[in-house]
């Protein structure tokens, strides 16, 4: 079991830009949840997912942000444009309904 | 909505002793999961211990224990023996019993002194 796999681990780029956050669940586990970090705000949950569909989108901050789920084994969290505000470590977790969530190790984005 | 309070933002422990740190947390539900997670430097999110309601004794892993009072709404996570590894951020979270969400408090830092 390779764990919640994410990609890059870290990510640098130019306000404007677009960036895109990647997670491999851990198979057979049918939630995904993405979590953004940052001193001020603490964990906050943007989105998750059911079975491949978004349940509850309320967290994401605003249109900028968008999430997606193509099949049971991807996601991908997409920024664009992107701002300085954005900056955060980006977690990606899975779990079965009943199983503690399991995380992927975070990407850490700069957004200059 | 669910929320989950920490109410302190550091604590420091001496290596080889206890050290207790708090969570309280709000719901309507009856059914429901605790857990707490540890986060080192390296921001990995581990999961240290949990804890289902519908159980009233205490879930115990090695050197970690809770003591889960249901009525109180209060899950707070005892460390014995403490170890330089064990200096990490703390989290308590709740889990909703649909599955859905797991809410996140504000973390406690654990400094241990050698």
């Known amino acids: 079991d390779a764990g919640v796999i994410q990609s890059p681990r870290h990510e640098v780029t130019e306000m404007g830009q677009e960036v895109t956050l990647r997670c491999k669940p851990i198979?057979?586990?049918?939630?995904l949840f993405w979590y953004r970090q940052t001193m001020m705000r603490g964990l906050e949950l943007l989105i998750y997912f059911n079975n491949n569909v978004p349940i509850d989108d309320s967290g994401m901050p605003e249109d900028r942000f968008s999430a997606k789920m193509p099949n049971a084994s991807f996601s991908t969290l997409k920024i664009q444009p992107s701002e300085p505000r954005d900056s955060a470590v980006y977690f990606c977790?899975?779990?079965?309904?009943?199983?503690?969530?399991?995380f992927g190790n975070g990407t850490r984005l700069t957004v200059t | 909505a669910q929320t989950v309070t920490q109410s302190q933002p550091e604590m420091s422990v001496q290596e080889a002793e206890t050290v207790t740190l708090s969570c309280t947390y709000d719901?309507?539900?009856?059914?429901?999961?605790l857990f707490w997670y540890k986060q080192p430097p390296s921001r990995q999110m581990i999961l240290v211990i949990r804890?289902?309601?519908?159980?009233?004794q205490n879930a115990t892993e090695n050197r970690f224990s809770v003591n889960f009072q249901k009525a109180a709404k209060s899950f707070s996570l005892k460390i014995s023996d403490s170890q330089l590894g064990d200096a990490a951020m703390y989290f308590c979270a709740y889990r909703s019993e649909d599955g859905n969400k797991l809410v996140f408090g504000a973390g406690t830092i654990l400094r241990v002194k050698s």
């Open positions: 719901t309507s539900e009856s059914d429901y999961y």
């Open positions: 198979s057979g586990h049918n939630s």
């Open positions: 977790a899975s779990s079965t309904r009943y199983s503690p969530l399991h």
């Open positions: 804890q289902e309601a519908y159980k009233q």
